[in-house]
């Protein structure tokens, strides 16, 4: 036994098995090229030279003696700036497979040292829970089966597009049809769209792969796609271009980006989609946006209108506010003027056991152009991992609530309910999806599921990659390093982002024709809806069955 | 799925014609139901005046009997006409029927001074008055109508045999528009309420298939919170109810109706000359789009008779016939038995954009589509 202060180890001291990803290598395959331990974002592994000692007995001699084998592999850093975050690009790379990261099975330490320095950890991605979500959970079972045989999804021709913007009541149409009164704008889009992500959150590559993938649905394919810009405004070329139509515009409150879109105005050659105002955000609510300056480029800057290289937290509320209502009312209503009542103004919040309230505000604003509530299990860029984790409300019974709310006022297809976080988690986008939609929601909003299914970005919820918030993202999707996100191909993204929304639609018809579902989406069909869960079919006020 | 007849014609005819027309298209029924709505009513023993509304439906037991008598008598309608059913009740499921009331009143005095829409409205809220009160009593009185000029029969059972059972062959009554249905349960028990026609303040339609989008089109009528629109004991009762909100709600032309419950698609409302307003129409009614499959038949009280079908056309409806009698049926076998002696190669088969019209005159039908300009002066 020797004396501890002979062995460097200290409080914070850790071990491979300490690590959540451990690295396996595999020394008899290692060609010692080296891309691993470049491409790796942490830099977590390092190319190592070692020593070891072989015993040497000559016994004809009767001599003892030893000889050092020098020899050369990769090994893992074990502090917690450099561990491994299981991206496993390492391995991608790798060109002789001698290389992989592999979860740790073990409880591991490193949960207790996410302090470092006193700072709580920060990342990005959602909620680290796993397992089926009460969405994926949810089964369409109303099927025609007995007089009325279920429709045909691939012959029939199908309406599932949804209205964006506020509608008037019917009487009240009429009305300012004949005294020419203002019809608030409206939109028709698919009701899947991509929710916001920050020019700025998102590499440029990223965001012009997405673009380009959302005009090609929209001008090739016909599915009217619209994806949202998040806080950080809009590059000028996208402002002054025809692909504006498909945008819509976030103010959050840092007002990022809006100099920009306000100059821009009288240059724009259609009008936006829609605007969303960001009061709360479902991964972090109650929080603004993080960009740390290792994303604040010089582009970045520029459209901010801040300096290079400085941090931009935003503050969590719109910092004009006297009050909430009164700033929702005013903010909606200036946005609306801003562009000639002619495009949709709503607000986004986070999932809340309030949300009511605030709906029943937009009710009474004739400016008021929906509602979005965002979940739990939302995804973001950047936040503290207390506030991802363990603050929010789920998405369902959110929107539920809502929506019968809506009912009871005869009003549910005045205001629209847009629903986000935690759609398509495990990768059922549709079926989350519509089951939303049958619960009451309008449309929802898609985000971290484009960023992975688009632009294979690695993060899941057992913690992996999650590194977007410091600009390291090893597939070059949040990062502002051109060393990084030159990685990204944007007409590959484009691509995919093709794929991912024909495939949408041909499940959602697939859901809706055995419902005898084609003429208009389901919105609030909640007789289709099952759960084997009584507690939750109970509070969704769906069938329970099983 | 539920077979569905109408008959309409100058001259008044029994409702037995009806009935045999749904005999011809029996395939399509189960014997849940019968329901039969008469318009343009003449009795051989009373010389009816069709101001006065007719109360019609079934007390189930004496004292519901006793309680209507007294309802009606404190509500301040005076009875001119009661008519009596020769029943042979042997004939009949139902074991609960005391009687079946078709009966005429005169309109209280207080109602003289009275508006147009306040007497639909008392009218409406004392049939209303009358189901609530039978289901407090155990579901012991069932009040189908009450309008003038509105007969409406329904019982439980095969259509044929309720009407040898309410010895409807007689000729004791006779209609100039006579609908028909033969229930087939699709989703709901049986009930003498989900039987058609559903009628609300003169305005009656009856559905065959099933109306998909019955739950958000449901909601949103209960949250006008207009007092007619309840029951739901069947899908379909609201399509009679999107068209009572499309005529008197709204107060626009029949038209509208086609338009709110399958608009256009986009691309052709694009290409419609009153494509902006008809969007608009769309938005703002979206939850009534009907998700089919269904043929819709319906009248008016002013016996104008009208088909339409839902965008999906998974159900045909024929209509054929000759000046002055024109029969609707869900099957062309149905409009045979109705109106034999027509050119059936005149015969039409609506598509999915048109709206069947046979005007109160009856010279002929009308055919209106979609794409035709839609009458934009009268929304005014």
């Known amino acids: 036994m020797v004396s501890t202060r002979s062995v460097s180890v200290g409080p914070g001291s850790l071990s491979y098995t300490d690590l959540p990803w451990i690295i396996q290598h595999r020394e008899d395959r290692c060609t010692l090229c080296g891309h691993c331990?470049?491409?790796?974002?942490?830099?977590?592994?390092?190319?190592?030279?070692?020593?070891?000692?072989?015993?040497k007995l000559d016994v004809l001699k009767k001599k003892r003696g030893n000889e050092y084998r020098t020899f050369v592999g990769i090994r893992q850093k074990k502090n917690m700036a450099n561990a491994c975050i299981g991206c496993s690009m390492c391995s991608m790379v790798c060109p002789n497979e001698a290389i992989q990261p592999v979860p740790n099975t073990n409880e591991h330490r490193t949960l207790f040292f996410n302090n470092q320095k006193g700072e709580p950890m920060k990342r990005g991605g959602r909620r680290n829970s796993v397992g089926p979500t009460l969405l994926d959970q949810i089964m369409f079972n109303r099927i025609s089966m007995l007089t009325d045989p279920a429709l045909d999804a691939g012959r029939h021709e199908f309406n599932i597009t949804t209205t964006l913007g506020?509608?008037?009541?019917?009487?009240?149409?009429?009305?300012?049809?004949r005294e020419g009164g203002w019809i608030p704008p409206t939109r028709e889009i698919f009701p899947f769209v991509i929710g916001s992500m920050s020019f700025g959150a998102l590499s440029p590559n990223m965001w012009l792969g997405l673009l380009q993938g959302v005009a090609y649905c929209n001008e090739v394919l016909g599915i009217p796609v619209v994806m949202c810009t998040g806080e950080g405004g809009c590059p000028p070329w996208i402002l002054k271009s025809p692909y504006l139509k498909y945008i819509v515009l976030q103010i959050a409150s840092g007002y990022f980006g809006w100099d920009e879109i306000i100059r821009a105005i009288p240059d724009m050659q259609c009008d936006p989609a829609a605007i969303e105002i960001k009061y709360g955000q479902g991964a972090k609510p109650g929080d603004g946006g993080l960009l740390m300056w290792f994303k604040v480029s010089k582009l970045i800057a520029r459209l901010r209108g801040v300096p290079e290289g400085v941090d931009l937290p935003s503050p969590p509320v719109h910092q004009t506010l006297y009050s909430i209502e009164e700033s929702v009312m005013k903010m909606i209503q200036t946005l609306s003027t801003a562009f000639d009542h002619k495009v949709p103004v709503y607000p986004k919040i986070s999932a809340s056991t309030s949300a009511k309230s605030v709906l029943n505000n937009l009710v009474r604003n004739p400016y008021a152009g929906g509602l979005l509530i965002d979940g739990i299990d939302g995804g973001t860029g950047a936040a503290y991992n207390v506030s991802m984790d363990a603050t929010g409300h789920p998405i369902a019974s959110n929107v539920r609530e809502c929506y019968l709310d809506l009912v009871k006022q005869g009003k549910q297809n005045e205001i629209p309910i847009f629903a986000a976080g935690g759609i398509g988690k495990n990768g059922n986008v549709t079926q989350n999806g519509l089951a939303?939609?049958?619960?009451?929601?309008?449309?929802?909003?898609?985000?971290?599921?484009v960023m992975q299914a688009a632009a294979g970005c690695l993060g899941n919820e057992k913690n992996r990659c999650n590194v977007c918030?410091?600009?390291?993202?090893?597939?070059?999707?949040?990062?502002?390093n051109p060393k990084l996100y030159r990685r990204l191909d944007p007409d590959l993204v484009a691509e995919r982002v093709g794929d991912v929304f024909m495939s949408i639609r041909t499940e959602m018809k697939k859901i809706m024709a055995p419902l005898g579902r084609s003429q208009s989406l389901p919105v609030g069909m909640s007789d289709a809806l099952g759960i084997a869960d009584k507690d939750a079919a109970d509070r969704l006020n769906i069938k329970y069955v099983c | 799925m539920c077979r569905i007849a109408l008959k309409t014609a100058s001259e008044a005819f029994s409702p037995y014609e009806a009935l045999q027309g749904m005999e011809a298209?029996?395939?399509?029924?189960?014997?849940s139901g019968l329901g039969l709505l008469l318009r343009g009513l003449e009795f051989e023993d009373f010389k009816y005046n069709s101001k006065f509304p007719i109360l019609s439906g079934i007390a189930h037991t004496e004292e519901a009997w006793h309680r209507l008598n007294l309802f009606m008598e404190k509500r301040g309608f005076e009875l001119r006409y009661d008519h009596e059913f020769e029943t042979r009740p042997e004939m009949i499921e139902a074991k609960d029927r005391y009687r079946y009331f078709l009966r005429a009143y005169k309109m209280p005095v207080s109602l003289a001074e009275k508006t147009k829409d306040e007497i639909e409205t008392e009218l409406m809220l004392t049939r209303l008055a009358l189901r609530k009160d039978g289901e407090n009593h155990g579901n012991d009185l069932t009040a189908f109508s009450f309008w003038p000029d509105v007969a409406c029969i329904k019982e439980i059972g095969w259509p044929l045999e309720i009407g040898d059972a309410l010895n409807l062959s007689d000729n004791r009554i006779k209609s100039r528009v006579c609908m028909a249905q033969g229930r087939q349960n699709t989703n709901y028990g049986i009930n003498l309420y989900a039987c058609h026609p559903f009628f609300i303040q003169g305005i009656a339609t009856m559905t065959n298939g099933e109306n998909t989008a019955f739950v958000p089109i449901r909601d949103w009528l209960l949250g006008k919170h207009f007092p007619g629109y309840t029951g739901y004991q069947s899908d379909s009762e609201t399509f009679t109810h999107i068209l009572h909100y499309t005529l008197k709600q709204l107060k626009l032309p029949l038209q509208a109706y086609k338009h709110i419950i399958t608009p256009l698609r986009g691309?052709?409302?694009?290409?419609?000359?009153?494509?902006?307003?008809?969007?608009g129409l769309r938005d703002s009614c979206r939850r009534l789009i009907i998700d089919g499959p269904n043929a819709v038949i319906g009248t008016l009280p002013d016996e104008t008779c009208l088909l339409v079908m839902d965008q999906k056309k998974l159900r045909p409806a024929t209509v054929g016939g000759r000046p002055g009698s024109w029969a609707f049926a869900s099957e062309m076998c149905g409009v045979d038995a109705m109106v034999p002696d027509r050119d059936p190669t005149l015969d039409f088969q609506p598509m999915r954009e048109h709206t069947i019209i046979v005007p109160p005159e009856r010279k002929e039908l009308t055919i209106w589509s979609q794409h035709d300009p839609y009458p934009l002066g009268q929304a005014a």
Request: hydrophobic share 35%; aromatic share 8%.
């Open chain 1, 469 to 480: 918030n410091v600009g390291i993202c090893p597939k070059g999707i949040t990062s502002q």
């Open chain 1, 37 to 55: 331990t470049a491409v790796c974002p942490k830099e977590a592994i390092y190319l190592a030279y070692r020593r070891q000692r072989m015993p």
């Open chain 1, 166 to 177: 506020r509608t008037l009541d019917p009487v009240e149409f009429l009305k300012r049809t």
């Open chain 2, 25 to 31: 298209m029996q395939e399509g029924y189960d014997g």
């Open chain 2, 267 to 279: 691309e052709e409302l694009a290409n419609h000359p009153q494509g902006e307003f008809l969007t």
């Open chain 1, 436 to 449: 939303l939609i049958m619960l009451g929601a309008s449309g929802v909003h898609i985000g971290k599921y």
